[in-house]
Each structure stands twice: as structure tokens, then as C-alpha cells.
């Protein structure tokens, strides 16, 4: 099992940056992807970015170009480098990790607010 904690998020305004972060805890040898999720009340969970244990990354075309998902492996953490904020990426960030044999683990979030 892995654990995972995020940090990070809070209230910033329009254009603003924020740093995300997650620790994972636990059986992290085993995790070979890490990405960030997001969602809005009343709809559906998001993907915004991912990254490999060999640091290939992937991001939703939504977030492209502003944000940067990285890792610290020494320290289990994955950071989201969240610029250029917009009202519309308000929203609850989730950390996940997906283990060698396909199992996913979730943070419990957290809040991102950005204001206009």
C-alpha cells in the first residue's frame, strides 16, 4: 500500500502561481506513475498531469504550457508547479499513484481557489 498526503493549495488571484505537493509513504519502491487529478463539484474528475519513474511526462492540453509536474525521489514527493493561475482551475487537486501491478492510491485533495 502507499499513503499519500498533498499540500500546497490555497487562495491565490488571477495569474498567481501555486506549488502542489504529495508525499507518498509506504511500499513507494513499487510506484511507477504519478499524476494529478483535479475536479470541480458536479463534474467529472479531471487528469491534468503525469510523470513516469523514468520522468516522461504527460499534461491535459487545459494546463499545458502552465503547469509542471516534477518528483524529488529521494524525498517520495511529486510537486505541481501551478503559473498563470485562471478562475476556471479552481478546483480540489488529488495526488495518485498507480503501483507495478495496476493498483491506484489516492490523497484525500486539496483546494485550489483562484480569484478574478
Known amino acids: 500500500q502507499v499513503q499519500l498526503v498533498e499540500s500546497g493549495g490555497g487562495l491565490v488571484q488571477t495569474g498567481g502561481s501555486l506549488r502542489l505537493s504529495c508525499t507518498a509513504s509506504g511500499n513507494t519502491w513499487s510506484i511507477v506513475y504519478l499524476a494529478w487529478y483535479r475536479q470541480v463539484p458536479d463534474k467529472q474528475r479531471e487528469k491534468i498531469a503525469g510523470i513516469t519513474h523514468s520522468d516522461r511526462t504527460d499534461y491535459a492540453d487545459s494546463v499545458e504550457g502552465r503547469f509542471t509536474i516534477s518528483t524529488d525521489t529521494a524525498k517520495h514527493t511529486v510537486y505541481l508547479q501551478m503559473n498563470s493561475l485562471k478562475p476556471e482551475d479552481t478546483a480540489v487537486y488529488y495526488c495518485?499513484?498507480?503501483?507495478?501491478?495496476?493498483?491506484?492510491?489516492w490523497g484525500p485533495g486539496t483546494q485550489v481557489t483562484v480569484s478574478s
Open positions: 495518485v499513484a498507480v503501483l507495478m501491478k495496476g493498483s491506484e492510491y
